[in-house]
């Protein structure tokens, strides 16, 4: 089961209560109206630290956790890393005035950490998901709010078995997070992945996505 967070997809755009906590919420609401009592979950990207958070809160329900390329901190909290707050608050800047278009220098750069190596098309191709997805302004502030994020108290507190995978070359999500992010977690088996430049996994035949 998927389902599209608070101003995004499908969901209602005119959200006024955007906050992490009411990203717990909505989760916490969709699992109830599924009727699901015990299930994996599976997380990705900031969808990480809502899914730590809620198998915190709720250990009865989550029986094992799946973490892909997450962070139990955003970019605001990394106070050891004082370039990924800098490198932050530009994007947010570029988000805002940037998010859907085209011939903007915002496309570039995100596309560039999130599908390094792509071509012209991919480019495109993202600028059509954005305008889909949601507005600038709802982009921006949910960024805000993820890179705003620390679930480090929370990550101590789960007791169902966890597996982090996480690439070496993320580009948005240093690897060194993802190992704090594992070292808080009891029972966690961490693995790193591999993952080829573009060049090479297109030479090879795999899928142009990471």
């Not at 967070?5 to 717990?24: H, K, N, P, Q």
């Not at 809160?57 to 989550?62: A, C, D, I, L, S």
């Not at 070359?169 to 997070?177: G, K, L, S, Y």
Request: glycine residues 8%.
């Amino acid at each position: 089961m998927r389902y599209d967070s608070r101003g995004c997809g499908l969901s209602d755009r005119d959200a006024d209560d955007l906050s992490f906590e009411t990203w717990v919420r909505d989760f916490e609401c969709v699992i109830e109206a599924a009727g699901f009592r015990r299930f994996d979950l599976l997380a990705t990207c900031w969808g990480g630290p809502v899914a730590i958070e809620y198998a915190a809160r709720h250990p009865e329900r989550v029986r094992r956790l799946i973490l892909y390329g997450t962070y139990a901190r955003g970019r605001f909290q990394r106070s050891d890393r004082e370039k990924d707050a800098k490198k932050a608050q530009v994007l947010l800047d570029l988000t805002r005035l940037g998010w859907g278009r085209e011939n903007h220098a915002f496309l570039q750069v995100w596309a560039s950490q999130y599908q390094p190596g792509g071509t012209l098309e991919h480019l495109r191709s993202w600028c059509d998901q954005q305008s889909a997805a949601t507005s600038a302004d709802i982009a921006a502030r949910l960024l805000e709010i993820g890179w705003n994020t620390d679930v480090r108290e929370a990550a101590r507190k789960i007791r169902c078995p966890v597996l982090m995978l996480h690439a070496e070359r993320d580009a948005v999500v240093p690897i060194d997070e993802g190992r704090m992010q594992a070292s808080l977690i009891p029972d966690c088996r961490f693995v790193p992945l591999d993952r080829k430049p573009y060049a090479a996994r297109r030479r090879t035949g795999m899928g142009a996505l990471a």
